[in-house]
């Protein structure tokens, strides 16, 4: 088995600083930024060898670890994916342009998901952009986030939160990943669309497989990775928003979202590479893509309004 290893703290540094953090305040990045200077320089990140092959006992806690993304990704009622189904056919159908009309300057994708969350209101879902901010507290930094939420109302007269979340795989890069850990990364959904319990899965999940991927290269798990801190994305105070600081369509298009317009075309592109695998490996029956069929247009109809 191929072994890539170095012995370099500052390689190590680099890597924990460019894959383990993003997306973050100016104040929680700079919270981050001590935060990793002090885990290296008490030895946390492991200046022994890192290398990216499995060792014996991790391969089989990663291959357990996988059969359980598996399992959650089966366990879906049928709203979560009717929602899903939704969800994936009007992030393919967003349009560069379609950007231009929300936020101007860097706005770290919120354009692409308020374009998103006008898309589902449109479709008739009670959706809305919601925007977290936590403290540090502990060895748990503090950040915000942003994602959606859809709330979901039932006949009982009682309603459920459906989180969206277009970045979701991306959380979970970490660096010199062990091979085994990349297939689990694959084989999370690029968009992650469910309750907070099923979310909860996910995240559990896959701070196990960090924590044993790392310390198959001697490297201990970072605050930053932490279950507390991934939940504090999603669990903690929200402020829920659909109506986005307009603009004028006519505004310079070479100067505006130039940041987003890439993450839309990666996004797309990943996604539709996911969906075109599921189809293969899981044909969809006839009811279903009929029924996708006539949902895209009534999304059409509507958006041609």
Not at 22 to 32: R, V
Not at 45 to 72: E, N, P, R, V
Not at 154 to 180: C, K, M, P, Q
Not at 271 to 292: G, K
């Amino acid at each position: 088995m191929e072994l890539l290893c170095t012995t370099t703290t500052a390689t190590a540094a680099g890597d924990l600083w460019a894959r383990g953090i993003g997306g973050f305040s100016h104040e929680s990045e700079h919270d981050l930024a001590l935060m990793v200077s002090d885990f290296l320089e008490n030895g946390s990140a492991g200046t022994d060898s890192l290398c990216s092959s499995d060792s014996d006992s991790g391969f089989s806690d990663l291959a357990h670890l996988a059969d359980k993304i598996s399992f959650y990704k089966r366990s879906v009622p049928q709203y979560e994916m009717d929602l899903t189904s939704v969800v994936h056919s009007l992030i393919l159908s967003i349009k560069e342009t379609d950007l231009h009309a929300v936020k101007s300057d860097q706005c770290n994708a919120s354009c692409i998901r308020f374009v998103l969350v006008k898309l589902l209101r449109l479709s008739g879902y009670d959706a809305a952009v919601c925007s977290t901010r936590w403290q540090g507290s502990g060895k748990v930094p503090g950040g915000d986030h942003e994602y959606i939420d859809v709330v979901n109302y039932n006949t009982a007269g009682s309603s459920e939160r459906l989180i969206i979340d277009i970045d979701f795989r991306s959380y979970f890069e970490i660096a010199r990943a062990v091979d085994s850990y990349d297939k689990i990364l694959i084989s999370l959904p690029v968009v992650y669309v469910g309750s907070l319990i099923r979310l909860k899965q996910f995240l559990q999940v896959m701070v196990d497989a960090a924590r044993s991927s790392l310390s198959q290269n001697s490297m201990p798990l970072p605050p930053w990775r932490s279950l507390a801190y991934l939940q504090a994305k999603w669990q903690s105070p929200h402020q829920r928003d659909f109506n986005p600081d307009e603009q004028n369509i006519t505004t310079t298009y070479s100067l505006d979202h130039k940041q987003c317009r890439g993450h839309l075309k990666r996004l797309q592109s990943s996604l539709h590479s996911e969906v075109e695998a599921e189809r293969f490996l899981n044909p969809i029956n006839s009811d279903n893509t009929r029924w996708l069929k006539l949902e895209r247009r009534r999304h059409f109809s509507l958006r041609a309004l």
